[in-house]
C-alpha cells in the first residue's frame, strides 16, 4: 500500500501471482524442473493407479544482518511423492524353527516313482 502525500490517496499495490514468480525463478530452471516432476507424478499415478501428491515450498530469508534494503535469498523446494508398484509377494509357511519354507511342514511328503525308460514301442 502506498500514500500519495501530495493528495493523500491510498493505492493498493498491485501483487504479481505467485506463477509469475515461479516461472521466472533462477530464469525459468525451477518451472522447468516442477513442470518435468510433475509429469513424472502424472505418469506414475496413471501407470500404478494410485494416488500421488507433490509438495512445494517457497523459502524466504530474512535480508542479511537484519539490513532492512538487502536482498532476501528466495528459494524454491520440492517434494514428490509418487506411488510406486506394489512388490510381488509369496506364500511361506513357518517350519519348527520359525524359518519360511516354500512347502508346508505339516504336509506329508509324496514320493513319486519314475517308470523305466525304454526306446521299445509297440504297434497299435
Do not use: C, W
Not at 500519495?4 to 530452471?29: C, D, M, W
Not at 501428491?53 to 509418487?82: C, F, H, Q, R
Not at 505339516?106 to 526306446?119: C, K, L, V, W
Amino acid at each position: 500500500m502506498t500514500v500519495n502525500k501530495e493528495t493523500g490517496e491510498i493505492h493498493e499495490a498491485q501483487q504479481a501471482p505467485v506463477a509469475a514468480f515461479l516461472a521466472s525463478h533462477l530464469n525459468g530452471r525451477t518451472e522447468e524442473e516442477l513442470s518435468a516432476e510433475f509429469h513424472t507424478l502424472l505418469d506414475a499415478v496413471r501407470t500404478h493407479g494410485k494416488k500421488g501428491s507433490m509438495t512445494i515450498t517457497i523459502v524466504v530469508d530474512p535480508p542479511a544482518n537484519g539490513v532492512e534494503s538487502a536482498p532476501m535469498p528466495i528459494g524454491v523446494e520440492s517434494a514428490l511423492k509418487a506411488p510406486k508398484p506394489t512388490p510381488v509377494k509369496n506364500l511361506y509357511f513357518l517350519d519348527d524353527d520359525g524359518q519360511p519354507v516354500r512347502e508346508d511342514p505339516r504336509q506329508m511328503a509324496i514320493e513319486f516313482r519314475t517308470a523305466p525308460a525304454t526306446d521299445n514301442f509297440k504297434d497299435a
